[in-house]
């Protein structure tokens, strides 16, 4: 689905994706910066991404997955954002999760924080990691936790790191595997498939198979 800002219904669409209190300011955004905003489905590798304007043109291009919760993807388009506001200013010159896309992160992050756009939970872990923003949610085990206490429904997934070690899981690819021993920070699981080990992070989204986790 497509969102182009040219009527007041834009407002209500956008509502369905973002908290109803950030979408005024969304709509500011993409008139000013000249945005075409798309939601996707899920993408297991990604939750948005930005493409700036292609040669001769002005429109810039930001995907949001359609799945996240209203706060996960706000955070997600602000994330996008940002890589729009330093591809403006320093084109490819600058890391693309440098020093100058922190900062700006950031300080869009901080805009909907004064606004009270965030639940107050929420928005006290923002506020101790304001300055310090990194790019994958999963990177930041208290962010991440706490966005997905307001997930709407998850459809029977946890966390692997709540399984039992032992137990038989699918992931979000569809393979199955047993939970083994964790290494430094990592879970090693065997796949069942093709009996190879892989490494999952704590926070993986998984849904047990075992007949305790029915």
Known sequence: M????KHSREKELLSKYFPLESTDRIIEFINVYNIKLRFTNRRLHKLGDYKPPARGKNLHHITVNRDLNPYSALLV?????????VWSKYKNKVKPHGKEWKEKYGQLIKLFVEKNVFPLVLKRVLEKQITSMRACFMSD???????HLYDNDNH?????EGLPEKSRFKALNGKTF????KLRKRFRCICLEN??????NPLA???PINKNYR
């Open 141 to 147: 085990p208290e962010l991440y936790r706490t966005l």
């Open 77 to 85: 388009f602000l994330h996008e954002l940002g890589h729009l506001l």
């Open 205 to 207: 989204k998984i849904k």
């Open 156 to 160: 029977g997934y946890l966390f692997l």
């Open 2 to 5: 497509t969102v182009n800002i």
């Open 178 to 181: 047993i939970k083994l021993r």
């Open 195 to 200: 009996q190879r080990i892989y490494l999952f």
